[in-house]
């Protein structure tokens, strides 16, 4: 069972960006059946959705067991998983979809999720909550380093935080161990002075409490841990909001 009593905040934190901070990539099934209905007349006679399901079980797939470097090609990686899922559905019977068709795809989807991006209610608050109250903080994201440092400027997080933590600039990311060594370096502290945030039960949780840090995984939706997990977070929220003292 997760601890959800409140503690005293602690000297520092690490915090992710990607569905902690900013609504980014969570909800793909919402996003590839979006996309998949813009492009119905050239998929005809597949339904959007079941070239949507096809693709997103590609996809899935592809990060499962997808090397790091995958993450500083992500346009390219929505490519391939595009044609991946195109390819299982040939595989099934259905009519070839062209390379030229997935790749469009693919790039829509890219430029869709970069539109919708947006950060969550209250989070830049909670933030700045923290800092007010003398907690160090560092923003620790994994990700290629134009796009990642985009997000950055864009939705105003540099002025925040005393260390930003980009996986592209730094060359190494989540869940490499050294990523969070270096950031407790940066802000000098230790792993008993500090909190990991974020929604990714590997990158947030695993490693980190391997290393003795206090960790809280953020689960936007309320879904639950993963049926079948044996992750047990040291916390789990649906809000940075939720850890803002007085305010939980």
């Given at each position: 069972?997760?601890?959800?009593?409140s503690?005293?905040?602690?000297?520092?934190?690490?915090?992710?960006?990607?569905?902690?901070?900013?609504?980014?990539?969570?909800?793909?099934?919402?996003?590839?059946?979006?996309?998949?209905n813009?492009?119905?007349?050239?998929?005809?006679?597949?339904?959007?959705?079941?070239?949507?399901?096809?693709?997103?079980?590609?996809?899935?797939?592809f990060?499962?067991?997808?090397?790091?470097?995958?993450?500083?090609?992500?346009?390219?990686?929505?490519?391939?998983?595009v044609?991946?899922?195109?390819?299982?559905?040939?595989?099934?019977?259905?009519?070839?979809?062209?390379?030229?068709?997935?790749?469009?795809?693919?790039?829509r989807?890219?430029t869709?999720?970069?539109?919708?991006?947006?950060?969550?209610?209250?989070?830049?608050?909670?933030?700045?909550?923290?800092?007010?109250?003398?907690?160090?903080?560092?923003?620790?994201?994994?990700?290629?380093?134009?796009?990642?440092?985009?997000?950055?400027?864009r939705?105003?997080?540099?002025?925040?935080?005393?260390?930003?933590?980009?996986?592209?600039?730094?060359?190494?990311?989540?869940?490499?161990?050294?990523?969070y060594?270096?950031?407790?370096?940066?802000?000098?502290?230790?792993?008993?002075?500090?909190?990991?945030?974020?929604?990714?039960?590997?990158?947030?949780?695993?490693?980190?409490?391997?290393?003795?840090?206090?960790?809280?995984w953020?689960?936007?939706?309320?879904?639950g841990?993963?049926?079948?997990?044996?992750?047990?977070?040291?916390?789990?929220?649906?809000?940075?909001?939720?850890?803002?003292?007085?305010?939980?």
């Amino acid at each position: 069972m997760a601890v959800t009593v409140s503690k005293p905040l602690p000297r520092a934190m690490l915090i992710d960006m990607d569905d902690t901070i900013l609504s980014a990539y969570g909800r793909p099934e919402i996003a590839w059946n979006t996309i998949a209905n813009e492009f119905a007349e050239e998929l005809a006679p597949l339904p959007p959705p079941q070239v949507a399901t096809a693709v997103l079980a590609y996809a899935r797939q592809f990060w499962s067991t997808a090397e790091p470097i995958w993450r500083m090609k992500l346009g390219e990686a929505r490519r391939l998983t595009v044609r991946g899922g195109f390819a299982a559905l040939a595989a099934d019977g259905h009519r070839a979809l062209s390379d030229d068709l997935a790749d469009r795809i693919a790039d829509r989807f890219t430029t869709y999720r970069e539109e919708a991006i947006f950060v969550f209610p209250g989070a830049h608050d909670a933030i700045d909550a923290f800092r007010a109250r003398g907690v160090k903080l560092a923003l620790v994201t994994n990700g290629a380093a134009d796009m990642q440092r985009a997000k950055v400027e864009r939705f105003e997080l540099a002025h925040r935080f005393d260390h930003i933590q980009i996986e592209g600039e730094h060359g190494f990311g989540k869940p490499e161990e050294r990523a969070y060594l270096h950031a407790m370096e940066a802000l000098g502290v230790t792993p008993a002075d500090t909190w990991m945030i974020g929604d990714n039960l590997e990158w947030e949780v695993v490693t980190p409490q391997r290393l003795g840090i206090y960790s809280i995984w953020i689960d936007v939706h309320g879904d639950g841990l993963p049926e079948g997990s044996t992750v047990k977070p040291d916390r789990i929220i649906r809000s940075l909001t939720e850890l803002v003292p007085g305010r939980s």
